[in-house]
């Protein structure tokens, strides 16, 4: 039989996860000849050889392509016939209008760590081991196409053993960008103050030292800083607090392995699959007996932790497990307060120098500040808190070919998102756009994202709320590059991000529940409890909360007391709730300065909060009447609630209004009756799912829809989450939750992408 030529395009995560030695050792294997190469669009391949052969190499390809791989498009075309002598992996070359998505960073894999704990490999107990399965990926890129003069590893010329592995097609650190050793590649250093205590070698078991003597470290990962302390130890975990300026708010904590989590939290064979992957997350999980007294400390009002493992090779040196070593570190955020986290050493010893006792630092510089994903399971699927580490940059696939959009997101929990071609790039967390830094951290990494995806957006999408850092930011840019503007309502946007991330395709209407915290209404109100006939490009709001005053507006958010004491007054309850919680926390003059606002209306927004409801029901039964951070009455109120109890408060629905006074007069008769606040937090979280799922049941009357899109804050709570999918289901409907972006703010620039697309039809097929 004669030879013949083919050509084949891969396309999708291809680029620095291995393929050109698996393409190579596959070719070896069939005894094909030709090339392949890195391009501008992915992986091309040119295979000559029996027809058979090359049949089976492409089956081989598809079948078992390199671990990492993520393949968006696999295409096979005739070439004209050429016998080639050799199999050759030839140079990149770079075409400056194409563009390709980015490899996340990856956690070290099962090779690297048998040889980081293998005392005679020449990586032993090296800090930066890496191979091309694993490693930095993201974190270390300033430009594409991806390759090492492109990345932060430029500045370490390999040595002659790390440039052999490298130029080695059989080798597995075969162009591996980040290949290091401890002769060429980055070191890391303890250090107090201004003095370097320890090097090489010796800085971690010194660290390990500081830690298990009760100290704060700083330590610098992969995409930032962390601060680091014994999770058991009581005063190192509370000077962390106070020292962070972060009072309540949950740590997220490391061990070595599974096992030693598995003494604190309850671990499913799902959440063991997502804290073994290779994004490595913090995985929120159930606690045992033993993590409930963990917890105390960690994480006061949770039913859980927050776990992950180990995901550099620093991290194992530093977790390995040994006697009258800490079992759990603390892994929290390198940052002061809410400050973007630290990823430079200079401004680490500036800014951290309070917080910490000591640093462990290193000479790779990080190019992308990326902070860790916190997840969960739902429902067998994963559930976002916060995108970063992992996930972002990975696209998410469109329903249709897209023109370039910048969405530039929200206030709180920001990401922005830019489309190209069948890619929704959703930045990772940014974070809240509250402080000087944060912005400028979200403003430098738009324009990053622009330059590795070679993005030049032809518009711009952004929130209503006339005041967000956000929409200001492309408010001034659509002027400044004369381009259109699409503002999108705020809950239209979670609705839109819900359909576009489980590939809804047409511009079909479905039922949605946008159930949040905070979003700027087309009335200008504060909207948050909404349900919604929504389709990308435009929605109707057909039932939602009825309004509350919210007098001061963030006062009364940061002091629940007085919501509540609004809420009642609004609702002409006073009188049934004297004496209860609110009333004792805010003293004569307070409440009467607090009723006048109400009654005369200054400054005090009107608002259809889901949030604020959760926020100042929790205040009435005397769960927190101050909070230090966003949703913390909400998480208490979740936590306190019991599994077991069934019965349910009503919510009445008049017209297009959602009643609360009904609402809050049974919370306070079971109040007056020493009902369990376990069973009012119960009823409560049971009358939302319900309500949720009645209103949808009229609206399925009235419209004839069946799918149910579900999204906002208020579904971070996994009592509500868990609970309405299968009262949803039972019911015939289609619910559709999130599962690839988070169900909260961090979303919201994917759907503004997606409504801004379709109202101005520039989605084509
Ligand atoms: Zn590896
Ligand atoms: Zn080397
Ligand atoms: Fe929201």
Known sequence: MSKINKRVLVEGIVQGVGFRPTVYSYAQRHALTGWVLNSAHGVEIELHGEPDAVDTFICDLQEKPPHMAQIHSFQVTDAPTHPFETFEIIESFDDPADFMPVSPDLNVCPDCLGELFEPSDRRYRYPFINCTNCGPRFSIVKRIPYDRPNTSMAEFPLCPDCFGEYHNPSDRRFHAQ????????????????????????????????????????ALKGLGGFHLACDAHNNKAVAELRLRKRRSGKPFALMSFDLETIRQFAEVSAEEEELLRSTQAPVVVLDLTERGRALAAIVAPDQNTLGFMLPYTPLHYILLEKSDNYPEVLVMTSGNLSEEPIVTENENALTRLGKIADAFLLHDRPIETRIDDSVLTKIHDLPYFIRRARGYAPLPIPLPMKASTVLATGTHLKNTFALSRD???????????????????????????????????????????????????????????????????????????????????????????????????????????????????????????????????????????????????????????????????????????????QVNTGFNTPQTSSMGRLFDAIAALIGLYQEISYEAQNAIKLESIADPDVESSYQFAIEGSQILLEPLFAQIISDLKANVSLATISARFHNAVVNLGVQAAQRLRAETSLNTVAISGGVWQNRRLINNIIPRLKLAGFVPLWHHQVPTNDGGVALGQLLTALYQTGLMKE
């Open 178 to 217: 980040p290949v290091a050793c401890p002769v060429c590649g980055p070191h890391i250093w303890l250090q107090v103050g201004d003095k370097i205590e320890a090097e090489r070698e010796t800085a971690i078991p010194s660290a390990r030292q500081m830690l298990a003597d009760g100290k704060i470290m």
């Open 422 to 596: 069948h890619y929704a790039f959703l930045s990772h967390h940014i974070g809240d756009l509250e402080n000087q830094e944060t912005l400028i951290a979200f403003e430098k990494a738009i324009v990053h994202y622009q330059e590795i995806f070679r993005i030049k957006p032809g518009m711009i999408a952004a929130d209503l709320h006339p005041d967000y850092l956000a929409t200001r930011y492309a408010q001034q840019r659509a002027v400044r590059e004369n381009l259109p503007l699409v503002m999108v309502q705020h809950h239209h946007a979670h609705i839109s991000a819900c359909l576009a991330e489980n590939g809804w395709k047409n511009d079909e209407p479905v039922i949605g529940l946008a159930f949040d915290g905070t979003g700027y209404g087309s009335d200008s109100a504060i909207w948050g409890g909404e349900i919604l006939v929504a389709h990308y490009s435009g929605f109707e709001r057909r039932y939602h909360l009825e309004y509350a005053p919210l007098p001061g507006g963030d006062v009364s958010i940061r002091k629940p007391a007085r919501l509540a004491l609004a809420y009642l007054q609004k609702f002409g309850l006073l009188h049934l709730a004297e004496g209860l919680a609110p009333f004792n926390y805010l003293d004569e003059i307070e409440q009467q300065v607090l009723f006048n």
